[in-house]
């Protein structure tokens, strides 16, 4: 079945600087790949998604980039705030219809003013 | 607008009790409804999804299992707790969309 691996597992940047996210994945049939973002004592929200017919996705300070041969994907968070720590999880799936998404081990991000 | 309701958000259970958590979305008809489990600083494993009313599917082998009663609705069920069952379970839905989690039930099996 398909795995992910997500790396690194804790993260901690400057407030301003940017923060990279990498995931890879092992099932070259997987098509969906999004991210979340779970604060404390809440469930994950997701904040982008890229299908794999796209190569970059972007929505403000947060972009996505796919790499369909190599199998990786990545969360790009630029101008980083306080209100962007939290726990980022990556994900993959191939099933659009019943979406049996497989998660990442996730990253702490701290941002530190 | 959808909404996804999940309750209740912390439950301490002894050993061999039994276990029922709810789900419920509003908003939405026939979504693809999950329960996930969250091991404290791990990733979400999939337990269990449903594509309609009465369909379940498990994905791992464990000492739970799901039913879903009515078309918006999801439940979370085990016999017989193990101090393994302790973790944050997560309901989830989908319309062939991206998923949308409820906040979780985080469960202590003592």
């Known amino acids: 079945g398909e795995n992910v691996e997500q790396h690194p597992s804790t993260l901690s940047v400057q407030e301003g600087d940017s923060a990279v996210i990498k995931c890879t994945y092992s099932d070259s049939a997987s098509n969906y790949f999004p991210w979340y973002k779970q604060e404390l004592g809440k469930g994950p929200q997701l904040i982008i998604d890229?299908?794999?017919?796209?190569g970059e996705k972007k929505d403000q300070r947060i972009a996505v980039t796919l790499n369909k041969t190599a199998k990786h994907f990545s969360l790009h968070i630029t101008e980083t705030q306080p209100e962007d720590s939290a726990v980022y999880f990556c994900?993959?799936?191939?099933?659009?219809?019943?979406?049996?998404?497989?998660f990442g081990q996730g990253t702490r991000l701290t941002i530190n003013p | 607008s959808q909404t996804i309701h999940q309750w209740p958000a912390t439950l301490v259970q002894p050993v061999g009790s039994p276990l029922s958590l709810e789900c419920t979305v509003e908003?939405?008809?026939?979504?693809?409804l999950y329960w996930y489990r969250q091991a404290a600083g791990r990733g979400l494993q999939l337990l269990f999804y449903?594509?309609?009313?009465?369909?379940i599917s498990s994905e791992v082998p464990q000492n739970l299992s799901a039913s879903r009663p009515q078309d918006r609705q999801f439940i979370l069920s085990s016999k017989k707790l193990l101090l393994s069952d302790s973790g944050f379970y997560l309901c989830?839905?989908?319309?062939?969309?991206?998923?949308?989690f409820g906040n979780g039930t985080r469960l202590t099996v003592t």
């Open positions: 449903s594509v309609g009313i009465g369909q």
């Open positions: 908003g939405t008809s026939n979504p693809n």
């Open positions: 890229i299908r794999s017919n796209v």
């Open positions: 994900a993959a799936s191939k099933d659009q219809g019943a979406q049996k998404l497989v």
């Open positions: 989830a839905w989908s319309d062939g969309r991206p998923l949308h």
